[in-house]
């Protein structure tokens, strides 16, 4: 089993569309977990870091549900910008290891 | 601005040749790191330096070497050894957070080609 693991996609919504990721983890241990974007052929940059208690910020909503080692992200309002690939990071043994990514493309 | 500086963006190479990339931060971060991105597959950490004069293999350093002679710079040399060099290669800092991990800041990358 993979440590971290992710549904590749591509994710196709329209525009206004709520959409949701899933990234199961391996290692009951983890402590930190993250969201980062990447677009086409760019380097990745941090979406949201991942809390217990779950967090906001603006349309996008992460948590973690610990007792199934999975953590999500769910994207409100979806607009065009937000075509990218999520990936998931988890930390585990004291590295980050990251998730293949979900491919998501919103269109008009 | 503070950020993380690598190059060059592009290399192609001849095989049986070896080549480094220069990763370059003035984040003040202690901890340095390179990963291999390939089509369809995550982030692979190929080596990582904790602190200066000290570095460790990741999970593919087979091929790859590192130095770390001053905290500001981490250089990747790809050598001949390396069967498989043709990747996008990314360097990448952080403050460690209380359980040694903590928010990566990537340069943008250098995209190899092996000829």
């Known amino acids: 089993r993979k440590e971290v693991e992710q549904d590749p996609g591509p994710f196709n919504v329209p525009e206004g569309a709520t959409v949701a990721f899933n990234c199961t983890y391996s290692?009951?241990?983890?402590?930190?977990f993250f969201w980062y974007r990447q677009d086409c052929r760019k380097e990745p940059k941090l979406l949201m870091s991942?809390?217990?208690s779950g967090n906001e910020d603006g349309r996008f909503t992460a948590q973690l549900n610990r007792a199934s080692q999975y953590i999500s992200l769910l994207i409100r309002d979806s607009k065009l910008s937000d075509s990218a690939t999520y990936l998931c990071?988890?930390?585990?043994?004291?590295?980050?290891?990251f998730g293949t990514g979900t491919r998501l493309l919103v269109s008009p | 601005d503070g950020g993380i500086t690598q190059s060059p963006k592009y290399l192609f190479r001849k095989e049986g040749q070896n080549v480094t990339l220069s990763c370059e931060q003035n984040?003040?971060?202690?901890?340095m790191y390179w990963y291999r991105q390939d089509p369809g597959q995550g982030l692979r950490l190929i080596y990582y330096?904790?602190?200066?004069?000290?570095?460790q293999k990741g999970d593919i350093a087979e091929g790859y070497s590192v130095s770390r002679e001053k905290k500001e710079s981490f250089p990747l040399t790809v050598t001949s050894a390396q069967k498989n060099p043709t990747a996008f290669y990314l360097c990448?800092?952080?403050?460690?957070?209380?359980?040694?991990?903590?928010?990566?800041?990537f340069g943008e990358g250098s995209r190899l080609t092996v000829l």
């Open positions: 990448a800092s952080s403050i460690p957070g209380g359980d040694g991990t903590g928010e990566l800041f």
């Open positions: 290692n009951s241990a983890s402590q930190s």
């Open positions: 991942v809390y217990s």
């Open positions: 990071v988890v930390e585990s043994f004291q590295k980050l290891v």
């Open positions: 984040l003040n971060h202690d901890a």
């Open positions: 330096s904790q602190i200066v004069n000290d570095f």
